[in-house]
């Protein structure tokens, strides 16, 4: 999720049979934690699951919540993994699960967020250098650690803040001389805040698209925006930080009072109930209990939904602009699948669209005259998307921030398409 506005030394990795829990999904785990920094304690917690399908050829695809600071379990249990607490108090098949035919890997990053841990609170994550050094570190501990994935196709995807962490992920492992950069295919962005500047300018737009604000309500807004890029743009983050997000909290006042009710930021349908505008926890309880961390091995490290300190110390790095990184991994030749849920009002389509638009790259001029046009699935149109020379953005219909969550199969489609490398089937013109 989004906050609400929008040496590398010794490795120790802990193996934990979860034979203790019966989980629903009868397929190969792997949790534990590899250390990125002896110096000052950094412990970075992963859950990995094969496929369902081929496990020695089906692809590796890393999963990244965001936050900055919210569990990547949250998307396991929620919205792609293997099962789900949607309803229950005991995990349940997804058949909707990602895993369907990929391996899947969810890292709890930046150290602080989940059951990652940091021993020295100075080694706290402050930039996306840093976050991207020590996935890619990690990354190919986990390959040598387990050398049967280490050649499989690599795909990492993630969802809001990870608008931040994947490209940055991406750029560094193109820009690597490991034998293992040639893994990665490509990357995808789930509603991600990629570039503060434009979409912090989305807001307004978006809500008066949805006639939650008037002319003059959107016009006056536009104005205030101009502060806010001003800022953004003389690099006056805790400045632009907070005139960003009055702007994002304004607009979002002034749809409250045109409909009536609160609204949950990252579905505009609904209210927003709880700290994240949903309730979610089941999940927390599950996490907590003794047999579960037993099982997952994590000893006496606690685990939080969203850990607010981790983004205290990204405040810095919320200002940045990576569409630059995005551009780097295209000039690679990997693909990049941009997709947003239309519902969602926190990183909404909206910016979204404006971002991969205005990005600086080889394919920019043939990408910007590409019509949207209907993606269309079992013969009804889901979405709408424009995809030329390796990039590729999807709005998807009915669906807010968690895409998986809320559209879970066409979801699993999105995914399907992309690792099979394209989008061409199944989309007609609008026009």
């Given amino acids: 999720m989004a906050m609400i506005s929008c040496c590398w030394l010794l490795l120790v990795v802990l193996f934990h049979s979860s034979a203790a829990i019966k989980w629903p999904d009868n397929v190969t785990q792997h949790t534990g934690y590899i250390e990125v920094n002896k110096t000052f304690g950094v412990h970075l917690f992963y859950w990995f699951f094969e496929s369902r399908s081929n496990p020695s050829t089906d692809p590796l695809v ?22 789900s607490l949607n309803v229950t108090t005991e995990p349940v098949l997804n058949p909707y699960g990602w895993n369907q035919f990929a391996n899947l890997l969810y890292i709890d990053q930046p150290a602080g967020t989940g059951f990652s841990y940091v021993t020295n609170p100075l080694e706290y994550t402050i930039d996306e250098r840093q976050i991207a050094r020590e996935l890619w570190y990690m990354v190919q501990e986990f390959y040598q650690k387990y ?9 990492i995807l993630g969802e809001s803040y990870a608008g931040h962490y994947v490209p940055a992920f991406g750029a560094e492992i193109v820009r690597s001389s490991s034998p293992y950069a040639k893994n ?8 991600g805040l990629v570039d503060p500047k434009i979409q912090s300018g989305a807001y307004a737009e978006f809500a008066y698209q949805h006639k939650f604000i008037s002319q003059a309500q959107y016009e006056s807004f536009n104005t205030s925006y101009a502060y806010c890029k001003d800022l953004i743009d003389l ?18 006042k002034a749809s409250e009072t045109t409909l009536k009710r609160s609204i949950n930021v990252y579905d505009v349908r609904k209210e927003c109930t709880g700290p994240l505008c949903y309730n979610f926890s089941q999940v927390t309880d599950f996490m907590q209990r003794k047999d579960v961390r037993q099982a997952l091995g994590v000893g006496d490290h606690s685990w939080s939904q969203c850990n607010t300190l981790v983004g205290i110390f990204l405040m810095g790095d919320w200002v940045d602009n990576l569409q630059k990184d995005t551009a780097e991994i295209l000039a690679h030749n990997k693909s990049v699948l941009v997709y947003s849920g239309k519902e969602d009002y926190i990183c909404n ?26 993606w269309v699935i079992d013969g009804y149109v889901a979405g709408q998307i424009r995809s030329t020379n390796g990039l590729t953005f999807l709005a998807i219909e009915n669906a807010g921030h968690m895409v998986p969550m809320d559209q879970p199969k066409l979801a699993l489609s999105m995914l399907e398409k992309f690792l099979q490398g394209g989008f061409g089937h199944g989309i007609r013109s609008t026009f």
Avoid: H, Q
């Fill in 62 to 83: 890393i999963w990244l919540t965001g936050g900055p600071g919210c569990s990547s379990e949250l998307a396991l249990f929620v919205e792609n993994g293997p099962f």
């Fill in 235 to 252: 690099r006056l983050w805790p400045l632009a930080v907070v005139e960003c997000n009055l702007i994002e909290t304004k607009v979002l």
């Fill in 184 to 191: 990665l295919k490509g990357v995808g962005i789930g509603n």
């Fill in 147 to 155: 050398p049967k994935y280490a050649n499989l196709d690599l795909y």
């Fill in 349 to 374: 389509y909206v910016g979204g669209n404006e971002w991969t638009l205005a990005m600086k790259w080889s394919g920019k001029d043939a990408f910007n005259k590409a019509a949207l046009k209907d």
